[in-house]
């Protein structure tokens, strides 16, 4: 693997908050502190916006926070962080409280709850470096389900969101159902919270893709009546099809 050798303009880690919180050291300063939600929220977090792009308004789904969740943050990226900065060759997405551990050799996320525990994490440029390839999508170690993703999923959720799910990518994405059925029905492993770090080509398709697919379930679906946990549908469903994503590649 050949080792990259990247400034701070060229990788660019989106951390998603919707509070004032405290983030790791970042000395690289490769870590974009992101406001999901910005549009609805009546707090200003004195951060990047997911709706605007200096300052002023920008193509964005800030508004659709309660149901996307951190995909606010991931759409407004799609869209926008190759103007502020145009060299950019990685972009991932972090939580306010989860971040790869990049000393590990999986990769887990690590889940700070303390002010103490975030002032011992330290995120370089160094220690992502090595782990950087042309081609691959870095994740988070997997978790183990006690059954397949798709008995998980329609237990915590709504089976009928996951049926019409499972059609639009039968009648519209066919290539990837292979890899659909495969994860959803015959392993129990998944990789949760849509973190990930990818070549920004790599995104680019990935975002293409993944929003093309939620678009067209967003339009099948009415969440009106649904509770707050059982809104952020979208969002749940993104870590699913980001793993199938990464299997068909």
């Given at each position: 693997m050949q080792k990259k050798t990247l400034n701070k303009d060229e990788i660019k880690i989106l951390v998603c908050c919707h509070k004032k919180a405290e983030l790791p050291n970042d000395p690289d300063e490769i870590l974009l502190p992101i406001q999901v939600g910005a549009a609805i929220s009546d707090i200003d977090l004195d951060m990047q916006h997911d709706d605007k792009i200096n300052n002023k308004k920008c193509d964005n789904i800030s508004n659709k926070n309660q149901s996307y969740c951190e995909l606010t943050a991931l759409y407004w990226s799609w869209k926008n962080i190759e103007k502020i900065y145009p060299?950019?060759?990685?972009?991932?997405?972090?939580?306010y409280r989860r971040f790869m551990n990049f000393k590990s050799k999986t990769l887990f996320p690590k889940e700070y709850r303390s002010i103490s525990d975030i002032e011992k994490y330290n995120i370089s440029i160094k220690d992502i470096e090595e782990k950087l390839t042309d081609n691959v999508i870095l994740l988070p170690k997997q978790d183990n389900l006690i059954f397949p993703p798709k008995i998980q999923y329609c237990i915590n959720h709504y089976s009928d969101d996951f049926y019409k799910l499972d059609n639009i990518i039968k009648n519209n994405y066919n290539e990837y159902y292979h890899c659909f059925d495969y994860f959803f029905n015959k392993t129990n492993k998944i990789n949760f919270y849509n973190m990930a770090i990818m070549p920004i080509e790599?995104?680019?398709?990935?975002?293409?893709?993944?929003?093309?697919?939620?678009?067209?379930?967003?339009?099948?679906?009415?969440i009106e009546n649904y509770s707050p946990v059982q809104k952020r549908l979208y969002g749940y469903i993104a870590e699913r099809l980001l793993n199938v994503y990464c299997l068909y590649m």
């Open positions: 060299n950019i060759k990685y972009i991932g997405l972090f939580h790599i995104f680019k398709d990935y975002c293409e893709w993944l929003f093309s697919i939620l678009t067209k379930l967003e339009n099948e679906t009415n």
